[in-house]
């Protein structure tokens, strides 16, 4: 009867142990929808609900002011200055966190298990394997630089050297890396091209432009510089032209329409439109904001037909920094907008 007891007991033991080895499992309350990162952590929208806060929700902690956000298959990476914290889309669970930059600001893949980090603060693009979550190399941008963006194709990646503050540190150099040579994984430094001053964000459809904000110091408006547009020749690593954006100061965040025909960006004193070729520059929206993002939607054209129509997001960041405002661009209207916790640092649709 002992024997059957202890048999009985240690049964149980090892039952009970079974039990408390079973992983977790999270409701898969997220998904398609807009991911926000704000000053407070990531809020989450779904076209008619707001979520905030949904790292934290799900996994107990916090994250420190988070600055973009972008994704790659069921993952979402988010970073957050020090490190790149990876999540699943569908439940918010922590998938790893990626530790060891200075301040990161951006990310990129490049295939063959690897992102390339702009680290900011080390004034380096890192390599970083998915695999083993190791920096396996980096590539210096420039003593005293201060890289912000980057942006690639199939083979090859383009760095923005965006200046310091003051403005009167400026930069207007661009890094060139091969990032693959057909199925060989590569990170190699190709060179560097100036460009205007202060580049910071660019668009890669077809050809390359480059968004470059000028000088712009707030409390010495005698130092300020007009903005400009480049076309860079990425093959060739050559360029081919920078346009002055006339009576344009702190020109940032450039984003192009789904034809490829009309480019917006954010200023010191608003959000402007301009064509491809930085000619037709005319302000689209009053306010300033911190950053604008663009998507293609469905829209009711009449009671019975619908078209795809390209809409306009942003904030008004003096007034209402942790409001999104939607425009609908084809009926140069306000048609939304979407509340959240905190002071919006990037959207990102998945």
Do not use: H
Request: glycine content about 6%.
């Amino acid at each position: 009867m002992k024997l059957i007891n202890y048999l009985l007991i240690a049964l149980a033991f090892v039952s009970s142990c079974k039990e408390d080895s079973v992983a977790p499992s999270f409701a898969k309350n997220y998904g398609e929808g807009m991911y926000i990162a704000t000053e407070n952590g990531v809020s989450f929208y779904d076209g008619e609900v707001v979520k905030n806060q949904i790292y934290q929700t799900v996994n107990g902690a916090a994250l420190s002011n988070p600055k973009k956000i972008k994704f790659q298959g069921t993952k979402a990476y988010i970073v957050t200055g020090n490190q790149i914290v990876s999540a699943n889309v569908k439940t918010f669970e922590n998938k790893e966190i990626i530790g060891e930059f200075v301040n990161a600001t951006d990310l990129d893949f490049i295939g063959f298990d690897r992102i390339l980090v702009v680290d900011k603060g080390d004034a380096k693009v890192k390599v970083v394997d998915l695999v083993s979550l190791d920096i396996t190399s980096d590539i210096e941008t420039g003593d005293v630089a201060s890289p912000s963006f980057i942006i690639s194709n199939s083979y090859r990646s383009i760095v923005l050297n965006s200046g310091a503050v003051a403005d009167s540190l400026k930069d207007s150099t661009i890094i060139v890396i091969d990032n693959k040579d057909v199925l060989i994984p590569l990170a190699n430094f190709i060179g560097n091209l100036e460009v205007g001053d202060n580049p910071n964000s660019a668009v890669w459809i077809g050809a390359l432009k480059i968004l470059c904000k000028g000088i712009y110091d707030e409390n010495n408006l005698l130092s300020n510089t007009f903005s400009s547009l480049s076309k860079v020749d990425a093959g060739n690593v050559e360029l081919d032209w920078n346009i002055t954006l006339p009576n344009i100061y702190n020109a940032k965040n450039l984003v192009s329409n789904s034809s490829n025909n009309k480019y917006f960006f954010t200023a010191a004193d608003g959000v402007y439109q301009m064509n491809n070729d930085g000619s037709g520059v005319t302000k689209k929206i009053n306010f300033t904001s911190d950053f604008i993002d663009i998507k293609l939607e469905r829209y009711n054209l009449t009671d019975t037909t619908w078209g795809n129509v390209n809409m306009l997001y942003m904030n008004d960041a003096e007034n209402n920094p942790n409001v999104i405002y939607k425009y609908n661009l084809f009926i140069d209207t306000f048609c939304d907008t979407i509340v959240v916790d905190a002071p919006v640092n990037d959207i990102a649709f998945y």
